[in-house]
C-alpha cells in the first residue's frame, strides 16, 4: 500500500494499493500497444489531446491544489500557481512541438539528405514528491507530443496527486493507455526500468538514487534523463540593487518550504554590502509566517517527512557547532507536524554542512566573499552544478551574463533575477545536478530518434 501521510498534523491519509509485476507488466505491454496508433497521430491530434488536459486541470484547480497541499504540504496560494504552470508547459508544447521536430536539412553527397525526428516508444518517468503536478507535466508533455507514450512512476507519497493526474487524461478523452500511473514501491521500480518494452527513462529526485537509475538504464542501454540535487549560488556583487536580490532570493530560498532543487541555497555576497544583505535577509525571513499550508495567510508550510526534516535539524546544528551564526530558526518546532523555523545562518563557509550539503528546507546560507572571483569560486566549490544567480547594477547585467555566466559551473544561471523552471527554456544540471536537458527546444529532443535519411543518387 502506498500511505500518504499528512505533514501538517501527521496523520495518515488515503491509502493507496500498490500494482504487482504482473499488473505493471500488463500496463507496459498496454502503453507499447497505444503506441502504435499514438506515434501516427499528427501533431494537431496530439496537441488536441494536451489541450484537453490543461483544460481539465484549468476546471479543477481547486480540487488538485488541495491535494498536493495535504500530501505535500505545499501553501495553496503556491499548489494553486503549480497547477497553473502544468497546464502552461501542456499547452506549451501544444503549440511549439512541431516547430522543436521540425527535420533539418544537412548538405551531403545526397540528393536529399536530413535528420527527422521519431519517437522511441513508452517513456517512464520516475518523479519526486515536491512538485508534484509540475514535474509530471515537465516530464509527459513533450514526450506525448513528439509521439512516445508515458508510464509514470510518482512518489509513494503523493499517491491521490498521481491518481488525479492520471485520471485528468481519462476525463479528457485521450486514447487509452497513452498516459498511465504506476502506483509502485521504490523497491519495484528497477523491474520498470528493465522491462524491454519501456524505452526511455526520465528520473527526478536525489543524486544518489538517480545514480542507482541511470547504472539501471545502462545496463539495460536505456536513454535516461536525470535531473538531480543541487547546492545553488546566488552571488550578490557590491554595486546590485539590495532590496531588490534581498526580495528575489528570500523568495527563492522558501518557496514549497525550501523544498526546491533550484533554490538558492547559498547566498555569497561581496565583503562591502555583507552586512548590510545578511540585514536585508533578516528583516524579510522574520516577516513570513510557518503554519498550516491550507490558511492562506501563511508563506511557509511543514517538510514533507520526519525524516527530512530531522536531516536539515541535522545540517543546521552542526553549521552552527562549526561556527556558523544563527540569527533566526535553528531549532525544530514542537507540536503536531513536520514544521522548521525560517532559518539564517551567516559567516558560513565552505566546509560547513549547510554549504557542502544539499539543504532541502527553509535555510538561509550566507556566505562572505572578498571579490567576484572569490565568489566564483565559492560558487564553483560544490559537487552540484544545477543552477545558479548572479546580482549586479543594471547596467552591468548583459555584459557579466556574457563573461560571468560561462564562468559558473552551472546548467543555468539568472542574472538579477529569480532562478526558476520555464517550459520556454531548457533546465537541467552537470556534475552531480544530472545529465540531459528538460523543457524547451532541447527537452522535447531527450527521447526521439534523431535519424539520418539520405537521398539519392549521390551528386
Known amino acids: 500500500m502506498l500511505q500518504a501521510i499528512n505533514p501538517s498534523t501527521g496523520q495518515p491519509l488515503e491509502a493507496f494499493p500498490s500494482i ?7 500496463r507496459v505491454e498496454a502503453a507499447a500497444e497505444a503506441f502504435r496508433d499514438w506515434r501516427k497521430q499528427g501533431f494537431a491530434q496530439r496537441a488536441a489531446v494536451l489541450e484537453a488536459v490543461a483544460a481539465r486541470m484549468d476546471k479543477d484547480e481547486e480540487r488538485l491544489a488541495l491535494l498536493m497541499t495535504d500530501e505535500m504540504g505545499k501553501p495553496i496560494k503556491e499548489a494553486r500557481a503549480e497547477v497553473q504552470k502544468a497546464a502552461w508547459c501542456a499547452r506549451h508544447y501544444a503549440e511549439h512541438a512541431e516547430q522543436y521536430l521540425a527535420p533539418i536539412d544537412l548538405p551531403s553527397d545526397a540528393t536529399h539528405s536530413y535528420v527527422q525526428h521519431l519517437p522511441l516508444g513508452p517513456v ?3 518523479l519526486p514528491w515536491n512538485a508534484p503536478f509540475w514535474l509530471a507535466f515537465r516530464f509527459c508533455a513533450p514526450a506525448l507530443m513528439a509521439g512516445n507514450t508515458c508510464l509514470m512512476k510518482h512518489d509513494p507519497h503523493v499517491p491521490a496527486c498521481a491518481a488525479a493526474i492520471a485520471g485528468l487524461f481519462i476525463e479528457a478523452g485521450a486514447p ?5 500511473n504506476l502506483p509502485l514501491e521504490n523497491p519495484d521500480v528497477e523491474a520498470a526500468i528493465r ?14 538514487a538517480g545514480a542507482r537509475v541511470a547504472a539501471i538504464a545502462a545496463a539495460e542501454i536505456k536513454p535516461v534523463v536525470l535531473e538531480l540535487g543541487g547546492s545553488d549560488p546566488a552571488i550578490v556583487l557590491a554595486d546590485a540593487n539590495l532590496d531588490e536580490a534581498a526580495d528575489t532570493l528570500v523568495l527563492s530560498r522558501t518557496i514549497n518550504a525550501g523544498q526546491s532543487c533550484i533554490a538558492a541555497k547559498r547566498i555569497i555576497v561581496e565583503a562591502p554590502v555583507y552586512e548590510s544583505m545578511v540585514e536585508k535577509l533578516g528583516e524579510r525571513l522574520a516577516a513570513l509566517t510557518v503554519g498550516n499550508p491550507r490558511d492562506e495567510q501563511n508563506q511557509v508550510g511543514p517538510i514533507a517527512r520526519p525524516d527530512l526534516r530531522d536531516n536539515l535539524a541535522r545540517q543546521v546544528e552542526r553549521t552552527i557547532a562549526s561556527g556558523a551564526r544563527c540569527l533566526m530558526g535553528g531549532e525544530a518546532l514542537s507540536g ?4 522548521y523555523p525560517v532559518t539564517l545562518l551567516a559567516d558560513v563557509d565552505t566546509s560547513m554542512a549547510a554549504a557542502c550539503e544539499e539543504t532541502f528546507g527553509p535555510v538561509a546560507v550566507v556566505m562572505k566573499a572578498a571579490s567576484l572571483d572569490a565568489a566564483l569560486a565559492i560558487a564553483n566549490d560544490t559537487e552540484y552544478g544545477l543552477a545558479a544567480a548572479l546580482w549586479c547594477a543594471p547596467e552591468r547585467a548583459e555584459s557579466l551574463a556574457s563573461e560571468v555566466a560561462r564562468e559558473i559551473e552551472a546548467g543555468q544561471v539568472a542574472v538579477n533575477g529569480i532562478v526558476k523552471t520555464d517550459p520556454r527554456l531548457p533546465s537541467g544540471g552537470i556534475k552531480r545536478s544530472g545529465l540531459g536537458r528538460e ?3 532541447h527537452g522535447i529532443l531527450e527521447f526521439v530518434n534523431a535519424q539520418q535519411v539520405w537521398v539519392g543518387p549521390k551528386t
Open 20 to 26: 504487482s509485476t504482473d499488473e505493471l507488466a500488463t
Open 336 to 339: 503536531d507536524g513536520y514544521y
Open 124 to 126: 517512464l518517468g520516475i
Open 195 to 208: 522491462h524491454p518494452k519501456v524505452r526511455a527513462v526520465s528520473f527526478t529526485g536525489s543524486s544518489a
Open 439 to 441: 523543457l524547451g527546444p
Open 176 to 180: 487509452a493507455n497513452i498516459f498511465q
